[in-house]
C-alpha cells in the first residue's frame, strides 16, 4: 500500500525469493474504503482479495491461503470509514494520532484473539486487511 508501482514490488519479491519458498502478504482491504486517512497513512491503496491474489500469479506465484484479518472488527471498521470520508487536513494527524492509541483497547484484543483462534478453521469472506500466502512456483 505504500509503494506507488505494487507489481514492481512484487515482482522484486518473486526475484528474491529461491524456488518453493513462501511470500505472505498482508495489505489493507476494501478498495471502496479508501480516503483521506488512508492518503495521511501514505498509501496509494487499498485492496481487493482478488486483486492482490491476480497480482501474484501474473508475477509468477502460486497462492496456497487466502483470508482476510479483521473480519469481525469489520462491519464498525466500514461504518466509520465511510462517516469519515472526508476530514479537514488539520484534523488528520490527530485522527491517526487517536487511532493509533484507542486500536489497542481490551475488547479489540479480544476479538482478535478469538479471530485467531477461527481462522485454524475457516478463512474470512471479508475484513480490514488482506492475508494472502503465495509459493514461488519450481
Known amino acids: 500500500e505504500h509503494i506507488e508501482d505494487d507489481r514492481a514490488a ?3 519479491i518473486y526475484r528474491l525469493l529461491k524456488p518453493g519458498k513462501i511470500a ?3 495489505v489493507p482491504a476494501g478498495p ?3 480516503d483521506d486517512y488512508d492518503r495521511a497513512l501514505k498509501h496509494f ?3 481487493s482479495i482478488d486483486d492482490l491474489s491476480t497480482k501474484l500469479r501474473e508475477t509468477g506465484f502460486r497462492v496456497v491461503r487466502r483470508s482476510h484479518l479483521g473480519c469481525l472488527l469489520y ?3 466500514a461504518f466509520i470509514k465511510s462517516r469519515k ?3 479537514p487536513p488539520d484534523d488528520l494527524h490527530l485522527l ?3 487511532q493509533t492509541r484507542d486500536s489497542s483497547g481490551l475488547i479489540v484484543k479480544w476479538i482478535m484473539k478469538l479471530e485467531i483462534a ?3 478453521w475457516i478463512s474470512f469472506p471479508v475484513g480490514i486487511r488482506c492475508l494472502v500466502t503465495a509459493i514461488k512456483q519450481t
Open 10 to 12: 512484487l515482482e522484486q
Open 32 to 34: 471502496d474504503l479508501f
Open 96 to 98: 491517526v494520532k487517536n
Open 85 to 87: 470520508r472526508e476530514i
Open 24 to 26: 505472505v502478504l498482508e
Open 45 to 47: 491503496r487499498r485492496y
Open 118 to 120: 477461527l481462522d485454524r
Open 75 to 77: 462491519p464498525a471498521f
